[in-house]
């Protein structure tokens, strides 16, 4: 090594951007107006994906790309727990034709898409920041998603953007940001949803232990697995009820954890964003009348990274407020 070598300034880290195909979708099909083809089919969830999606390349410059999608089979963790989203309203038809359409345009434009029965999006996406933070040390994963149970993934190489106001506002969470807003690090997620349960997937976690509760928990003893090995110093009806609903939280905890272990691999070539298929995207966009998509993916806005690597580098530290951050 070269006595000089260590003020050499590192590479600049790869972006890995990955979407939670439904999830964005379900939030672009209820903040948009209703938006119509040609056919008079309703196109206000594929138009604020795509919006969405163009927006991401265009101010992240990411050299990869992809999209997970959950599946309509039963997941591993229906097995666990029967009642496990029992409770969700089925799919409006209106969302579901929708999704198919952004599917098959992902697909014509070689955009990568990952599913697989069993397992949900969290799972596969969980799964791709696993591979890629092991196997590609210089590759930061940016997950984009209004899924709060994904900022269990945040850490050092791991950020997530989720919308806020619709799909334009967005924040950025590094594990700080996680911290500031929720006064839990990331991991702990799955500690406070094992003692709080999760109404919206219909599991219990411990009766009679709320998110105030949980949180003060949580902060003391830092694990659910210490908070256990310390009932005895609890006050006494905290204790009982840990003691009470041991085996419901621990199921619970099951549930809420996203798996890292999925039967996927990801080839980060593979997501290339340079391997995007333009002329398909503005076919699909002309076909659907999306003259504002067309206008943007033809602009000097939606550029290539070989012509927008210096414009980047000057701009990243001052677009998107923390997003200039990664």
Do not use: W
């Not at 997530?160 to 996680?178: L, N, R, S, W, Y």
């Not at 997937?201 to 928990?217: F, M, W």
């Amino acid at each position: 090594m070269k006595s000089g070598s260590r003020e050499e300034k590192p590479h600049r880290l790869n972006k890995l951007i990955v979407i939670d195909g439904f999830a964005i979708l379900h939030r672009a099909y209820h903040a948009l107006p209703p938006l119509k083809s040609k056919e008079g089919k309703l196109t206000n969830a594929v138009y604020g994906f795509f919006s969405m999606l163009l927006k991401l390349i265009n101010d992240l410059k990411p050299e990869y790309i992809t999209v997970c999608f959950d599946r309509p089979k039963p997941t591993f963790r229906s097995a666990l727990y029967v009642g496990y989203q029992a409770h969700r309203p089925e799919m409006e038809s209106d969302l579901s034709l929708q999704i198919e359409l952004v599917h098959d345009a992902l697909k014509d434009s070689k955009i990568k898409i990952f599913e697989l029965d069993g397992y949900e999006a969290d799972d596969l996406i969980g799964t791709i920041a696993n591979q890629v933070v092991k196997a590609k040390k210089n590759t930061q994963v940016i997950i984009v998603s209004g899924d709060r149970d994904l900022l269990q993934l945040v850490n050092s190489h791991v950020f997530m953007i989720a919308p806020i106001t619709g799909i334009t506002k967005m924040i950025f969470f590094d594990t700080e940001k996680v911290s500031e807003k929720y006064g839990l690090k990331p991991h702990q997620f799955i500690d406070y949803k094992a003692l709080v349960g999760d109404p919206s997937d219909n599991y219990p976690g411990v009766s009679g232990i709320g998110p105030k509760t949980a949180s003060d928990l949580i902060g003391k003893y830092k694990t659910f697995e210490n908070i256990y090995k310390n009932l005895a110093d609890l006050p006494q009806k905290i204790g009982i009820k840990l003691a009470q609903d041991a085996e419901q939280a621990a199921l619970a905890k099951k549930l809420a954890t996203i798996a890292i272990d999925a039967p996927i691999k990801i080839k980060v070539e593979e997501c290339s964003t340079d391997r995007i298929d333009k002329k398909e995207l503005l076919k699909f966009f002309e076909k659907l009348g999306f003259k504002s998509l067309i206008e943007r993916i033809n602009s000097k806005n939606v550029q290539s990274k070989e012509t927008t690597k210096k414009e980047s580098s000057k701009k990243q530290n001052k677009e998107n407020g923390q997003l200039g951050l990664l």
